[in-house]
């Protein structure tokens, strides 16, 4: 009997917490966590506000480069500060709900979990005069009492592509903007602090932090705003299947982001060069097993962005690769720059020389393309895949500063 009653209270913790956990809370299911990487153009939220002394802060930096962004509030600390609110509406932000206690999901009772959500939402649209629209728990943290409660409440659960760890104490305002910059794409969502412990480090990082981005080409908009920024689906679950198991493969195999920025449209990391007997057009024979650059397409940014626009995209990210063919320990003796994919046209057109793969690797390359146009949503039916290569000089020579 007992372990009957254990293996019950087992089950429905499952039910309570680990789904939630796995599928909402890291899969992103039912939430939005990202925008479409065609635009330019990201969302900064900041959670925990209002507060007196470290918001209008917040709210100076964003207004002195024009950035919008959303600001997850508390309810009561809205009712007291309405003015904060006021000044946050006026100025083009977006105002959304994150409690009205601030309170872990796992910490709360079922009945209090349903339920906070409406109220957060409710107390805080008196403030502001207007409906809530988006919904994003404390810590990001749900049950099925937050997700059931977020439904009866007509919310959007946001979540978030980027973490800036403003909150941990060991992180400066160096590093917290470090940390953003190298993890930010087009359509992110970044996750800061205007109140509490996170406000310590994000007030001091946030003008670098705006400057940079700014300079980078981006626009800071509000989440409502976001292009493509609509809870995730069956075919955005899949599409973060693969952008997960990219970046397993990158650290299986130490593939490292250009430049260490993951908007950038390439990945390098170093190999021994896999083929045999290839030569290039001036007669150039490429031993196997020598040092080599093997360099990566970001695939959902290539995606969103469509081939013409990559192909203006790539010239540019080719001198940031050159940079690190110059800079990084690891690619200092690369003898060769190349790539295996089905993307060989748009390659050549970059000045990469065109070499035909064994039929068994085109094969196998093949099929691989094209579980990855279905994972990423494109059309099914990749070109051939072929070897693209340069020589070290003739890269450099081509994209080097």
């Not at 917040?58 to 997850?72: E, G, I, S, W, Y």
């Not at 470090?178 to 310590?200: M, S």
Request: hydrophobic share 40%; glycine share 10%.
């Amino acid at each position: 009997m007992k372990r009957r009653a254990l293996a019950a209270l087992g089950g429905a913790l499952l039910v309570y917490l680990g789904l939630p956990y796995l599928l909402v809370q890291q899969a992103g299911a039912g939430l939005i966590r990202e925008g479409r990487r065609e635009r330019r153009e990201l969302t900064l939220t900041f959670d925990d506000g209002p507060d007196p002394v470290t918001t209008p802060l917040v709210l100076d930096a964003l207004r002195d480069t024009q950035a919008r962004a959303t600001f997850f509030v508390i309810a009561n600390r809205a009712e007291a500060h309405p003015d904060l609110i006021r000044r946050m509406l006026d100025e083009g932000h977006e105002v959304g709900a994150h409690a009205a206690r601030h309170v872990h999901a796992w910490l709360r009772t079922p009945w209090d979990g349903f339920l906070d959500p409406a109220r957060s939402a409710r107390r805080i649209g008196v403030v502001t005069g207007q409906p809530v629209r988006f919904h994003r728990p404390p810590h990001g943290a749900y049950s099925l009492a937050t997700v059931l409660g977020q439904r009866m409440a007509g919310l959007t659960g946001a979540h978030w592509s980027v973490e800036a760890r403003d909150w941990d104490p060991a992180q400066s305002p160096t590093e917290v903007k470090e940390r953003v910059l190298a993890q930010v794409t087009p359509g992110a969502v970044v996750v800061l602090h205007d109140a509490g412990p996170g406000a310590r480090t994000t007030v001091p990082a946030l003008p670098g932090l705006l400057t940079e981005l700014h300079s980078r080409g981006y626009r800071c908009v509000p989440l409502g705003e976001l292009d493509g920024a609509i809870p995730l689906d069956t075919a955005g679950l899949r599409r973060r299947l693969f952008i997960g198991l990219d970046a397993v493969y990158d650290r299986l195999h130490q593939v490292r982001p250009t430049e260490g920025r993951a908007d950038n449209l390439f990945r390098t990391g170093r190999v021994t060069f896999p083929l045999h007997g290839v030569k290039l057009s001036n007669g150039t024979l490429i031993p196997q097993g020598i040092p080599a650059a093997e360099f990566h397409v970001n695939n959902p940014l290539l995606v969103d962005l469509g081939l013409r626009r990559s192909v203006r995209l790539a010239r540019e990210d080719f001198r940031g690769v050159a940079r690190d063919l110059r800079t990084r320990a690891d690619l200092k003796d690369t003898q060769v720059v190349f790539c295996l994919s089905a993307l060989s046209s748009l390659l050549a057109a970059l000045g990469f020389e065109t070499v035909d793969l064994p039929p068994a690797d085109t094969r196998r390359l093949q099929r691989w393309a094209n579980v990855l146009r279905r994972g990423y949503g494109s059309v099914p039916g990749a070109p051939q895949p072929k070897l693209s290569i340069l020589s070290r000089e003739a890269f450099l020579e081509r994209y080097g500063d």
